[in-house]
């Protein structure tokens, strides 16, 4: 009888992860939009697209690399990463573990010390990266687009997640990168697994104006509350492989 007890306790457990997961993707955030899909379509036009890219455990933002972007992120050019230079399309943002993301650029990285940190409680970082053309149709690549003003507002929230020298600046940290191509800089708040990236990154575009689901600790859960609670005027379905 005790083990049949415990064998049920320990069912309700994942039974229960499941549900808060799954009610967390389908309750809207913010629960309701003044205006309506009509409104929403007529705030949209002539708006910025921006990219959202997943991996299975983590979420970035891609900004395109129009003048105006180049502008605000120019200090990376301090950090030997110039965003103006030839061939870049793309200015890819992600937040996350200062441990975990610096030291894992592959799974192959993987190490239990990092992993131990960020399931707990970590500093945090911003990792920047230039990119060229992206696939907006590839699986791994989710089409958002914002009116101007969501955008500038996403700017916005994007540069407050920096931590800040006394001139103001955002601090790089030294000898941390994957390559040729990217840097980690100083992070404002701290990571945990239930407040991770991918929370981040719905933060970021709520923000902006878009509905996301109230937790979404999973990019695969963050890009299915996309879908359910924007339409496709935002959440862009373009054709290809992405949408057969």
């Known amino acids: 009888m005790r083990l049949k007890r415990l064998l049920c306790g320990l069912g309700i457990v994942p039974a229960a992860i499941l549900f808060i997961l799954g009610l967390g993707t389908l309750l809207p955030r913010p629960a309701w939009t003044a205006g309506g899909p009509a409104s929403a379509a007529a705030a949209h036009a002539g708006g910025r697209m921006i990219l959202i890219l997943s991996s299975d455990i983590h979420s970035?933002?891609?900004?395109?690399?129009?003048?105006?972007?180049?502008?605000?992120?120019?200090f990376m050019a301090e950090a030997g990463l110039d965003p103006a230079q030839p061939g870049v399309a793309w200015i890819v943002a992600g937040w996350g573990s200062r441990s975990f993301y610096i030291a894992t650029p592959t799974w192959s990285d993987l190490k239990p010390g990092p992993l131990a940190?960020?399931?707990?409680?970590?500093?945090?970082?911003?990792?920047?990266?230039?990119?060229?053309?992206?696939?907006?149709?590839?699986?791994?690549?989710?089409?958002v687009l914002l009116s101007g003003a969501g955008?500038?507002?996403?700017?916005?929230?994007?540069?407050?997640?920096?931590?800040?020298?006394?001139?103001?600046?955002?601090v790089p940290i030294a000898g941390a990168s994957y390559g040729e191509f990217d840097a980690f800089y100083e992070g404002i708040g701290h990571?945990?697994?239930?407040?991770?990236?991918?929370?981040?990154?719905?933060?970021?575009?709520?923000?902006?104006?878009?509905?996301?689901?109230?937790?979404?600790?999973?990019?695969?859960?963050?890009?299915?509350?996309?879908?359910?609670?924007?339409?496709?005027?935002?959440?862009?379905?373009?054709?290809?492989?992405r949408w057969p």
């Open 60 to 74: 970035d933002i891609a900004l395109p690399a129009d003048p105006d972007v180049l502008s605000r992120f120019g």
């Open 117 to 143: 940190r960020a399931l707990t409680l970590d500093r945090s970082v911003m990792h920047m990266e230039l990119a060229g053309d992206i696939d907006p149709v590839h699986p791994s690549v989710q089409p």
């Open 191 to 241: 990571f945990n697994a239930l407040a991770g990236c991918n929370v981040w990154t719905s933060r970021m575009l709520r923000m902006a104006g878009v509905s996301t689901g109230w937790w979404t600790p999973l990019p695969q859960l963050l890009e299915f509350s996309l879908r359910l609670h924007n339409g496709d005027d935002v959440v862009l379905q373009l054709p290809g492989e």
């Open 151 to 170: 955008f500038e507002t996403l700017i916005a929230g994007i540069e407050a997640s920096f931590a800040r020298d006394g001139a103001g600046r955002p």
